[in-house]
């Protein structure tokens, strides 16, 4: 199975750009609403692997204020996957 947190040394190093990483995916996703689909599984990727962080939390629902609902519907047949 695989490991719920990444490694320390992983984490180490992209720590510094996850609040910068969602910021970005979110506004790619805003201004690109045909091609969402990839951007959005990307950003579900790190909610999933540090969403337990509370600056990547904050961003995250920041950034949800922001989208339309109607992105999340493409992704959803990606996840049931």
């Known amino acids: ?5 990444p490694p320390p040394s992983t984490m180490a190093s992209v720590e510094p750009y996850l609040v910068a990483a969602v910021h970005a995916l979110f506004r790619s996703i805003a201004l690109s609403p045909a091609h969402t689909l990839r951007d959005a599984l990307r950003l579900l990727t790190l ?4 969403g337990e962080r509370r600056d ?3 961003a995250l629902r920041d950034g949800f204020a922001h989208v339309s609902i ?4 493409q992704g959803i047949p990606q996840i049931i996957a």
């Open 56 to 58: 990547v939390e904050r």
């Open 1 to 5: 199975a695989a490991p719920s947190t």
């Open 70 to 73: 109607d992105t999340w519907l």
């Open 47 to 50: 909610w999933f692997e540090y």
